[in-house]
């Protein structure tokens, strides 16, 4: 494939401008860049998603117009999807069907599926209900998909964000041999080691132009971030300084709560203790109880009231806005939506979390708008927030900077205790960078800081101890230095389970 | 007895069952249409006044199925072209229909009717209770029950059912693949604005040959109430249906003997086991979630 001059335009904004890619037959190329760098848009023009405003696409030397998927398909263009394209509520095989111009048969589709996933290692039941599997598998479902289609180019936009390691690692055999059978992959990714690992070659975009191309197996991931930037990322420092650890902050006494729906997961057991001065790091691979722990921890669910100390004070029933007032500060993983109401200023937000503390927001139940105002621009100042304009609506911001804001929001606080889900998820090098220095900061002056996170990288930066959940069992938090990628790998892949179990 | 009695209970359920039906369509593709009622009473007013007009039922028939599509085209492009609220359109489609149908049928109160021929099977109708139950009807209740299976049929086992089910599943993804959301579900749409007008000619045609103003009373909730109390599923239509359709008669029969239940508890029937059966779906919603179409009643804009 060969894409000439691309050019793409939302309103006023270039998504993309005039970007060059060439992929060749049995390569596995990277597309790498910053949140909003332009990759999504670029891909879903390769996919017939999105039509380009400017020039033109080569495929295999000849000039062509995608304009729906099904076009790109028969070309032989296939794309594994961040977020899942799948039916949960149908079965495997019918959501293979419904991407395959002439599917025949169910049940010779079936066959055809079963063998076609034992082949390449990524076995499949047909019949199964997609709701009823976890991430990995409705990812094989994708890749099965593309593979029935005899693709020549197969587009993966960030594949391991869901995986365990070693579910990446035959992942990536998958992609290898694909390779060696002539088949041209365009794999997107923010895990740099992995692009270094598997991608012989590498296109970097930046605010929508290609900036650089290389071979990033001559590059490091340190290198290859400083081009995504465009500036060198500061690396995060743990401070040499081992954590001055106080008393117990945060207590989970066997915390067990059962699933509220059928694709949620129970917790069993879940049992920790959390200092102050200290970063403990829970890893995982989503879906496996991180939500519910963290609604059960900020008090969106309640659960028995045992079973949750904060402070030495058992609150497992107590409100959002008690457990606020004991100093204790939550950000939850979306941050649009949930962290943030998409609709309203990013003052009006300020109130939203901090109408109860100490910060004499509200009184006799009226707000201090001023007040919210002068806080949103603090947290504008110390956290690098960039808006257009001054106190925009909170969906005007892109995902890096509201994230900014909503850790920044809490972080503003000081408070004891701060649990964050996802601090990082979708924040581009510069601004994680940022986050994980501050939660670092935080924890050194005294505070007790959870962070659930599935980035290994972040993780190993900055805990001071890492826990796993897996099915809704939580391994033992074990110091950082003594943990290792496999060890966590494993614990990941159900080992957190029968130590819980045993425990 | 009994017989007559089943007889009515048929009458009773068929447009019912005609309108759940199209409206278990629209909802498997993600569409909720509240607007039944009102398309239904425009089926039944225009299917009255061009039978009586033309003096053919079939022709009745006909302007019926049409008005509903025609209600059910305003609908679509309101809520699918320009992706105004569901909920809100839907209502306004109700209470336009009830108000406009008034108007056309002003001219046809107290106006005798056409009752739809019986069509006897041979044969058929020969079985003693059975033949002349079911076999002695008129064409709208025959045709009910093969809307029922060729929609189960088209839903589960064609390819055409397997993308509607899918764009009500999850239409980001129906669009990432390809398909045209918005095309499939007016299809949709239009299909059930079909139904209900059928449904609609039935009560003016065949139920109670005559034209009453406001003559759908409600049967376009209980129609609603039905697609849910058939948790999407296409063949428990039919139990629901004559189920609705008995506790309707029933009512009937309770106050013509003086029984000492209250009517209003008895037409509130159809409403209560509704509820009731959203309370047991909640408490198995492992099963309920796969039938129930998780984009139901969410608008679709596609990101060009």
């Known amino acids: ?103 025949g048969r169910m049940a010779d589709l079936a066959k055809r599926i079963e063998a076609v996933s034992k082949d390449y290692g990524l076995p499949l039941t047909p019949t199964d209900v997609v709701a009823d599997l976890p991430v990995g598998i409705r990812q094989r ?39 060696k059978e002539g088949c041209a992959v365009l794999y997107i990714s923010h895990r740099l080691e992995e692009v270094k690992r598997i991608c012989h070659h590498a296109t970097i975009l930046r605010h929508g132009q290609v900036v650089r191309e290389c071979d990033p197996t001559k590059e490091t991931p340190a290198s290859l971030a400083s081009m995504m930037v465009g500036a060198d990322v500061a690396a995060v420092s743990a401070s040499e300084k081992k954590a001055n650890l106080g008393g117990v902050r945060l207590g989970l006494k066997n915390l067990s709560a059962p699933a509220a729906t059928p694709f949620a997961t129970a917790l069993n057991k879940i049992s920790l203790d959390l200092r102050a001065g200290e970063v403990v790091a829970i890893a995982g691979v989503a879906g496996n109880g991180q939500g519910e722990l963290f609604d059960a921890i900020s008090g969106e669910r309640p659960v028995r009231s045992f079973m949750i100390e904060i402070d030495g004070t058992a609150c497992g029933t107590k409100s959002i806005t008690w457990r606020r007032r004991q100093n204790a500060a939550f950000v939850p993983e979306e941050r649009l939506g949930h962290g943030a109401v998409p609709g309203m200023l990013l003052s009006q937000n300020v109130v939203l979390t901090r109408h109860a503390t100490s910060d004499g927001l509200s009184w006799g139940g009226l707000v201090s708008l001023p007040k919210a105002v002068s806080i949103q621009e603090r947290i504008k100042r110390d956290f690098d927030v960039r808006m257009s304009h001054d106190n925009p609506e909170a969906r005007s911001l892109s995902g890096g900077n509201l994230q900014k804001f909503v850790v920044g929001r809490e972080l503003d606080r000081k408070p004891g205790l701060l649990v964050v889900d996802q601090p990082t998820w979708g924040v581009d090098a510069g601004a994680a960078a940022l986050i994980r ?14 962070a659930i996170s599935q980035d290994l990288d972040e993780i190993f930066e900055i805990a001071d101890r890492i826990a796993v959940i897996s099915r809704g069992y939580l391994s033992e938090a074990e110091p950082a230095e003594k943990m290792t990628r496999e060890r966590v790998g494993l614990l990941m892949a159900g080992g957190a389970e029968t130590q819980g179990d045993v425990a | 007895m009994f017989e007559a009695v089943l007889l009515t209970v048929i009458t009773a359920a068929t447009p019912l069952l005609i309108a759940a039906i199209g409206e278990l369509v629209v909802e498997r593709s993600g569409v909720l249409n509240l607007g039944v009622e009102g398309m239904m009473i425009m089926g039944a007013v225009m299917g009255f006044a061009v039978a009586n007009l033309t003096g053919s039922g079939a022709l009745g028939i006909f302007a019926a199925i049409l008005a509903g599509v025609a209600m059910s085209a305003l609908f679509g492009f309101l809520v699918l072209n320009l992706v105004a609220n569901q909920v809100a359109t839907g209502l306004a489609l109700t209470i336009l229909g009830i108000g406009f149908s008034g108007l056309i049928g002003e001219a046809f109160i107290g106006v005798p009717g056409l009752k739809l ?29 093969a809307l029922v299976a060729a929609v189960a049929y088209t839903l589960f086992k064609t390819r055409v059912g397997l993308i509607l089910r899918a764009v009500g599943d999850n239409h980001g993804s129906a669009h990432a693949l390809g398909y045209s959301v918005i095309r499939i579900r007016f299809m949709a749409v239009l299909f059930g604005g079909a139904c209900s007008g059928l449904a609609g000619a039935y009560l003016s045609l065949a139920y109670t040959p005559q034209w009453v103003e406001n003559m759908t009373a409600g049967r376009g909730w209980i129609a609603l109430a039905l697609v849910v109390f058939s948790s999407w599923l296409p063949l428990r239509v039919i139990v629901g249906a004559y189920l609705f359709g008995a506790v309707n008669v029933l009512n009937l029969h309770a106050q013509a003997m003086e029984m000492d239940i209250p009517s209003q508890f008895l037409s509130s029937l159809p409403y209560l086991a509704t509820i009731l059966v959203l ?25 060009r």
């Open chain 1, 1 to 103: 494939m060969d894409a000439r001059a691309l050019t793409k335009r939302f309103g006023d904004i270039l998504a993309n401008d005039r970007v060059d890619l060439v992929i060749n037959k049995g390569e596995i190329h990277a597309l790498l860049g910053e949140n909003g760098a332009g990759k999504s848009t670029l891909v879903k023009m390769f996919y017939g998603s999105l039509e380009p405003d400017g020039g033109e696409i080569l495929w295999q030397g000849n000039r062509v117009k995608i304009d729906n998927p099904a076009t790109a398909r028969e070309l032989g263009i296939g794309m594994v999807f961040q977020h899942f394209s799948l039916f949960e509520a149908l079965t495997v095989v019918e959501n293979i069907a419904l991407a395959l111009p002439n599917p």
């Open chain 1, 141 to 179: 479902i994708e890749i099965v998909r593309c593979l029935l289609q005899e693709p020549r180019l197969i587009i993966m936009d960030e594949p391991t964000s869901v995986l365990t390691p070693q579910e990446a690692d035959r992942l990536f055999l998958t992609l290898q041999r694909l390779a």
């Open chain 1, 437 to 450: 220095q501050a939660l670092i900061d935080l924890a050194r002056s005294g505070s007790a800081v959870l």
């Open chain 2, 117 to 145: 021929p019986q069509i006897v099977i041979p044969g058929l109708s020969d079985i003693p209770f059975f033949g002349p139950v079911f076999f002695r009807q008129d064409a709208i209740v025959y045709i009910s029950f």
């Open chain 2, 279 to 303: 309370v047991l779906i909640s408490a198995n919603r492992r099963l309920t979630l796969v039938n129930t179409p998780a984009c139901l009643g969410k608008s679709f804009v596609p990101d």
